[in-house]
């Protein structure tokens, strides 16, 4: 950080030569303050003018071994892990309030610890007796898990270098409380600086720390992004209220692939992993009707078949409604708009409204020609054949484009009773026999194709 930014923000972290009331960058209100410097070194002289200490350099080729990793024993938990937690490594795990997150790590806990690991925990957020009823809900009371409420950093570290746990859950670290530094419980400071000190202590003592994030209004852990940057694996757990579908997701792991995800189904008794995702997700599905898709798609290292969802209706407002669940809002904008001007489908006049069935949500762009199958079938009110899937994505210019792991994808669908597959043309054909291929190069090919001659 530049010397003389000597405020930031609380809400994003933006540094600011002046306070002021309003943050430029994030337009929050009274959330500027001066931070305190944190260097605790010479004052005055540049780095170079004092020497420090040489470091000792080494070879890229290293003969350690792969880091250690527990597994809990739980697939959906392990695999997003690339495969258990590695020691000393220091994890967040991000989420709505209330969805979950709480539940998970004390289950976690009680794997961990059976297969061998020592687990404190550490509530900021809830009393112990409350988390006592929790594990007796959980059937976890019997569990070697050793539980703590508190919120002081300093006794927290003590208690850690005291009892040398394997691992340590730190729920939450927006609760948490250093006394050297001068605010709230909360704030960037509070929390860049609890961080700092439970990943460099768990680092130091070969610990492995996961900290409870909450996330803001715009769906990022709350507090600098930098807590992202200084642990070792970010998790976001999601899910919609309502629903009892929630998804574990990878978006950084320093040991294992990103973007990998863990389905587990919210019980009466706790979390349960869901082996088979595909078929969960479009269990729900009725009878063949106008606006429902099957989505061939691909999350992480494995297919996944979930149900899309579009209603068109005449709009009563000037400006007609564009509303979307589990997918972009942007993408959905483009996708309207190459429907309209490269098929002649207009939308105009018409509310829009798109979800994905189960409280999935879907980042990857494959998911195009699905959703515009979606939008063009509710529009119609023309069903799509009940066997089918659809996958692909769609270019501005209206073409369509060939998506990884088509045969994976296919391979899924066949598995799971699909006998129909509308797809892009590809170079190669996947070779998955018994599967109906059909192909199209551009949407209005393959809204032709889907819906007859228009
Ligand atoms: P919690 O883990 O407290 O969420 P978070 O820590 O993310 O805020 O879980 C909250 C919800 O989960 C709560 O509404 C009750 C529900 N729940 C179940 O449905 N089954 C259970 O066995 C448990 C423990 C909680
Ligand atoms: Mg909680």
């Not at 250690?68 to 590695?86: C, I, K, M, N, S």
């Not at 950093?153 to 040398?164: C, G, N, P, S, V």
């Not at 479009?282 to 979930?306: I, K």
Request: aromatic share 6%; net charge neutral; proline share 5%.
């Amino acid at each position: 950080m530049a010397k003389d930014l000597n405020f930031s923000c609380s809400e994003c972290g933006a540094a600011f030569r002046k306070w002021s009331g309003q943050c430029d960058a994030c337009q929050a209100w009274n959330t500027i303050s001066e931070s305190k410097a944190l260097s605790s070194g010479p004052k005055g002289k540049s780095l170079g003018a004092i020497r420090g200490k040489a470091i000792a350099l080494t070879d890229l080729d290293t003969q350690e071994a792969e880091p250690p990793r527990t597994q809990a024993g739980v697939g959906e938990l392990d695999r997003v892990l690339g495969g258990g937690l590695v020691k000393a490594s220091a994890l967040l795990v991000g989420g709505d309030p209330g969805i979950g997150k709480s539940t998970l790590l004390l289950q976690a806990a009680a794997r961990f610890a059976r297969n061998g690991l020592k687990v404190i925990y550490i509530s900021g957020e809830e009393s112990n007796a409350q988390v006592q009823m929790r594990a007796r809900r959980l059937g976890l009371e019997k569990s070697p898990v050793k539980l703590a409420a508190e919120t002081n950093l300093r006794d927290i570290l003590t208690t850690l270098e005291a009892e040398k746990p394997d691992l340590a859950i730190i729920d939450s670290i927006q609760t948490m409380w250093a006394d050297n530094v001068d605010s709230a419980p909360g704030s960037v400071s509070q929390v860049r600086s609890s961080a700092h000190e439970l990943t460099t202590f768990a680092k130091r003592n070969g610990m492995s720390v996961i900290m409870v994030g909450h996330v803001t209004k715009d769906g990022s852990i709350a507090g600098p992004r930098v807590v992202e940057h200084m642990v070792d694996t970010v998790l976001y757990f999601e899910g919609e209220r309502g629903h009892q579908f929630r998804i574990l997701r990878s978006v950084k792991n320093r040991f294992g692939p990103a973007d990998e995800i863990g389905v587990f189904e919210m019980t009466g008794k706790g979390l349960a992993e869901v082996k088979n995702p595909s078929a969960l997700f479009l269990s729900e599905r009725g009878a063949p009707a106008p606006g429902s898709v099957v989505f061939a798609g691909f999350e992480g290292t494995r297919p996944m078949l979930c149900e899309i969802q579009a209603l068109v209706a005449p709009s009563p407002h000037s400006q007609p409604r564009r509303s979307v669940v589990g997918w972009d809002g942007g993408r959905l904008a483009m996708i309207l708009a190459v429907l309209e001007s490269r098929c002649g489908v207009p939308f105009t006049g018409l509310d829009v409204y798109l979800n994905v069935a189960g409280g999935l949500r879907i980042t990857e762009p494959g998911a195009d020609l699905a959703v515009a199958a979606a939008l063009v079938s509710a529009r119609e009110d023309a069903a799509l054949p009940a066997e089918a899937v659809v996958f692909g994505e769609i270019s501005l210019s209206g073409a369509l484009r060939p998506v990884v792991q088509t045969e994976n994808r296919l391979k899924e669908a066949q598995k799971l009773g699909f006998t129909k597959a509308i797809i892009p043309q590809q170079a190669k054909q996947p070779g998955v026999n018994g599967l109906d291929l059909r192909t199209a190069t551009d949407l209005a090919g393959f809204v032709e194709e889907v819906f007859g001659a228009r």
